[in-house]
T-cell receptor, first 111, second 111 residues
């Protein structure tokens, strides 16, 4: 089974901090994605990547950036955390033609 | 903006009955369709995928696809309390690798 590992289940950060959310997959998938999930708003795509060094903006990229230096690792960066970035963050990977496998999620609280 | 619509529920079904979950999508170019189950506080888990018109069965689950009507559904037979969760419909955006998600239907199975 594909395993997608997110480094933290729960994080509490202060407003203005730079925050790194790490995601690693173990199946050599090209495609990786970052979503946030909020009640009433569903899953919203932040950034995605189809290959190393490649990144594309999703629907809500403002305030975020990403890094993909190695195929298995896709990092989400909150440049200056704000309270409206308090959310559940979900990383996913996808082999071509199949569904996503999600990581266990990181619940981020910005205070 | 491509859209995926689901009835948010909650949908309440007695144990042992058939639960029927529905989803419509706006992008006629969508080629792959997925159903995810999400328990409270957990990440989504892929339970079914379907690519062709018609029915696809896997155990107690049946996915149905009608591309002409842009409609996909999930039937759960012999519903169990453990099926109580939020069910997310997801479709590919045209021929792309990324998925667009519905807001989810909350299903409750009553013993």
């Amino acid at each position: 089974d594909v395993k997608v590992t997110q480094s933290s289940r729960y994080l509490v950060k202060r407003t203005g901090e730079k925050v790194f959310l790490e995601c690693v997959q173990d199946m050599d998938h090209e495609n990786m994605f970052w979503y946030r999930q909020d009640p009433g708003l569903g899953l919203r795509l932040i950034y995605f990547s189809y290959d190393v060094k490649m990144k594309e903006k999703g629907d809500i990229p403002e305030g975020y950036s990403v890094s993909r230096e190695k195929k298995e690792r896709f990092s989400l960066i909150l440049e200056s955390a704000s309270t409206n970035q308090t959310s559940m963050y979900l990383c996913a990977s996808r082999p071509g033609g199949y569904g996503y496998t999600f990581g266990s999620g990181t619940r981020l609280t910005v205070v | 903006q491509k859209e995926v619509e689901q009835n948010s529920g909650p949908l309440s079904v007695p144990e042992g009955a058939i639960a029927s979950l529905n989803c419509t999508y706006s992008d006629r170019g969508s080629q792959s369709f997925f159903w995810y189950r999400q328990y409270s506080g957990k990440s989504p888990e892929l339970i079914m995928f379907i690519y062709s018109n018609g029915d696809k069965e896997d155990g107690r689950f049946t996915a149905q696809l009608n591309k002409a009507s842009q409609y996909v559904s999930l039937l759960i037979r012999d519903s169990q309390p453990s099926d109580s969760a939020t069910y997310l419909c997801a479709v590919t955006e045209g021929g792309a690798q990324k998925l667009v998600f519905g807001q989810g239907t909350r299903l409750t199975i009553n013993p």
